[in-house]
Structure formats: structure tokens, C-alpha cells
Nanobody
């Protein structure tokens, strides 16, 4: 029902920045709670940042607070993750996630690789 397409991943050096984007289908995007998750090789998928349908309500994993910022543009059906001061520990596949209202479902993007290495 909902398709999510991520972009913006790549290979960067420590201290550099990336901005991930996720474009969602649907006419009710503004009602979705949106999140970014990541999964490093050999580890469990973990939440990184969440923004509710009220875009003033955000939360972040402790490991990224002060470095990452989640935002959304409802007119473009897009959620962003601005990642600054990237560290090798941030290396992972990053997934966009949508939680629909009233129990209508959860949806995942295909993921985009972020590699931080010297």
C-alpha cells in the first residue's frame, strides 16, 4: 500500500556529512509517523530517529543526538535524515520506516548503504 524509496547513501570519511531522503507514496503522508532505522553488519536493526505526524515531536538514539536531525516535508511526501560529523560506528544500511495511523500497518524501504571509513 505504501512504497518508500530511500536515497542519499554513500561512502564518506569520518567527520563528513550526508543527507538521506525517503519519498513515500500515498495521499495521507502527513498522518504517518516516520522513522529511520539502521542495521550494521552482524547486528540487530535499531531505531535512529523518529518524527511524528506533529513534526515538532522528534526523538533520537543517544548515539546520534546532536549529530543527526530528522525532518519532514509533507508537501513533498518526504522525510530526511541529516547526518553530520559521521563516525565509523555509523556505518550501516539505513532504512526508512512508516507507521500508519489506526493500525493500518508498518512499511519499510529497501535501505541505503552508508559507509564511513578512512
Amino acid at each position: 500500500q505504501v512504497q518508500l524509496v530511500e536515497s542519499g547513501g554513500g561512502l564518506v570519511q569520518p567527520g563528513e556529512s550526508l543527507r538521506l531522503s525517503c519519498v513515500a507514496s500515498g495521499s495521507t503522508f502527513s498522518t504517518y509517523a516516520m522513522s529511520w532505522y539502521r542495521q550494521a553488519s552482524g547486528k540487530e536493526r535499531e531505531p535512529v530517529a523518529t518524527i511524528t505526524s506533529n513534526d515538532s515531536n522528534t526523538n533520537y538514539a543517544v548515539s546520534v543526538k546532536g549529530r543527526f536531525t530528522i525532518s519532514r516535508d509533507n508537501a513533498k511526501n518526504t522525510v530526511y535524515l541529516q547526518m553530520n560529523n559521521l563516525k565509523p560506528e555509523d556505518t550501516a544500511v539505513y532504512f526508512c520506516h512508516a507507521l500508519l495511523e489506526r493500525g493500518w500497518g508498518r512499511y519499510w524501504g529497501q535501505g541505503t548503504q552508508v559507509t564511513v571509513s578512512s
